[in-house]
């Protein structure tokens, strides 16, 4: 995968803990760290405690955004991707299988998300003629080609928790 003037390629890497890190593939640099547990608490807009699932931290240590269930059980799950406790997205969980996934952002950003079960080429597309298309070089690393919303953090947030979630139900 390499850089052109219509894409741009990510890499997505997790320890088995789901601590990782995003970097931009053609510069070799880290744009986003991320964590998956032992995060602080934070207050909702409802003024309840709940634990952020999932946060994404800027290159240099500050919380950018931090996902929270919100709603759902096992079959259906959503997500709320939050930037200092206002809403900035959501994460749908189409499928049992955690094979389908559908993000919506407030910019009116709509993406679908395909992950594949028995092959290491996954897709997604959005609504706006966007795509994306990613390879599983081992189960911890992940391969991105974005057409589109370069290095948008709310999609990164997203692309990176689906990737941890896949992660930790295979």
């Keep these: 995968m390499s850089e052109?003037?219509?894409h741009r390629d990510y890499g997505f890497s997790s320890d088995w803990d789901g601590n990782g890190e995003i970097y931009d593939v053609e510069r070799q640099i880290v744009t986003w760290k991320c964590q998956f547990k032992n995060l602080r608490r934070r207050a909702?807009?409802?003024g309840k405690q709940s634990k952020p699932v999932f946060a994404l931290f800027d290159a240099d240590g500050?919380?950018?955004l931090a996902i929270h269930r919100d709603a759902g059980f096992f079959i259906a799950p959503k997500y709320r991707i939050l930037e200092k406790s206002s809403?900035?997205?959501s994460i749908f969980q189409r499928s049992i299988?955690?094979?389908r996934y559908e993000f919506s952002f407030a910019s009116g950003s709509k993406w679908k998300l395909y992950l594949p079960m028995f092959t290491v080429w996954g897709?997604?597309?959005s609504a706006d003629q966007g795509k994306l298309t990613f390879r599983f070089k081992t189960r911890r690393l992940w391969m991105i080609?974005?057409?589109t919303d370069f290095g948008y953090p709310p999609l990164m947030a997203a692309l990176a928790f689906?990737?941890?979630?896949k992660l930790q139900c295979t």
């Design 62 to 64: 500050k919380e950018s």
């Design 145 to 147: 080609r974005l057409t």
């Design 162 to 165: 689906v990737t941890r979630k």
């Design 4 to 6: 052109s003037p219509n």
């Design 44 to 46: 909702d807009e409802a």
């Design 97 to 99: 299988l955690f094979t």
């Design 87 to 89: 809403q900035v997205g």
């Design 123 to 125: 897709s997604g597309e």
